[in-house]
């Protein structure tokens, strides 16, 4: 199978394409390189393009006809949402406006499967229990609605066109497949910690009192392993060996199904590292719900496919790569 991995030098897209090389599979990568590397694509042909550009369209489709895709599987967007905050229409160019593109070039080039990243930003405050992909949607932010509107994008061209695509809502992705492809970017709780940790500083907690076991908020930490094998079970959803028939368009939660707390992240440090770490607890943060955790039953039944690692592994694992980075 010849799949076109957009975002595939970026943090989880260079677990995918190392991933699916290793299982035999022909990839190219589409990137601008905006936030990606290019020596985390390995072996993979390598196209720097900008997805949002007006001239994506006609060249990515160009691609996808000269390489014979089979499937796409669609990661490329910008991922911040303090810079969604403050450049709300840039964030739906780029993001909203680069699936249009890649749903057209696809459509064009008469490739039928796409695998989309998605978020679970789109559920926004979610409620106590597991988030199921029935749990209303509200994300909070302009990165959330690109993301949310991806997914309506997607949907709509399955049945427009007779696509096979699969949204995959991810939960808080972290830790590292190979050393060498850890997440460069400390945007969430894991980087965030051994950053705090590296420089001597307390790592911080934003709230003691939230309505939760210990107090601190409590998330869905998904080894990006894990979510790396979940695109390959996803692609032999949607692009079968007998290429599959008729449109199909699903959201699927890819989490653990088991949360932990920020304390607990912090405890997992201390044990990784061998000595006590101790936190500063500040005040609640605006805006953060107390608990976000998947239900991953849909995608069990969906691909055969479960979380095998847990939280230590995740930890371990960033622990390690960053000592390896030095
Ligand atoms: N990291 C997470 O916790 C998380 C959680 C939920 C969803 N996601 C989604 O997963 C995907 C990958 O995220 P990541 O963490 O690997 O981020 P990343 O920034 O490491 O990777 C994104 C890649 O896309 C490329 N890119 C961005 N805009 C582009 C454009 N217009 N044209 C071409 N290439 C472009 C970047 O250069 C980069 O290589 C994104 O769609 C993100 O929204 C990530």
Redesign the pocket.
Known sequence: MTVVV????????AHVVRLLAARGERVVV???????RAERVGDARLEV????ADVAVDRLAALLVEVGAHAVVH?????RVDESLTRPTWYYR?NVG?TANVLEAMHQAEVPALVF?????VYGAAGAGLVTEDSPTSPMNPYGET?LAGEWLVRDAARAWGMRCLSLR?F??AGAGWDDLH?P?A??LVPLVLGRIRAGLPPLVFGADHPTTDGTCIRDYVHVLDLAEAHVAALDHVAPPDGGSGDHAEVLNVGTGVGSSVLEVIGAFASAIGSPVVPEVLGRRAGDPPQVVASVDRAADVLGWRAARDLADIVQSTVAAELAAR
């Open positions: 957009t975002g595939g030098a970026g943090y989880i897209g589409v990137d601008d390189l905006s936030s990606g393009m900008d997805l949002a990661l490329a967007a910008r991922k780029q680069g990243s998605s978020s679970a930003a993301k991810y808080n992705v997440d970017a945007l969430n």
